[in-house]
């Protein structure tokens, strides 16, 4: 058995550092929880036939609070 493979385990949680980081996921579901969030009133405001041309990237918006 290799030094980084455990008995039915796989891989040491050491051999692979990118796997012990929980920001790159917890920054996704952050951002998804504010897409869900805000979908009721984005789906009312493009309801009510309000002109949106003048819209504001998701993206910059939550960023806005960093």
Do not use: I, T, Y
């Not at 929980?22 to 805000?38: F, G, S």
């Amino acid at each position: 058995m290799g030094a980084g493979v455990r008995a039915g385990l796989g891989p040491r949680p050491g051999g692979c550092p990118a796997l012990l980081q929980p920001q790159p996921l917890h920054d996704v579901v952050r951002a998804w929880q504010a897409r869900l969030e805000a979908a009721p009133a984005v789906r009312e405001f493009l309801a009510g036939g309000r002109d949106d041309s003048d819209g504001v990237d998701l993206a910059d918006a939550l960023d806005g609070g960093r």
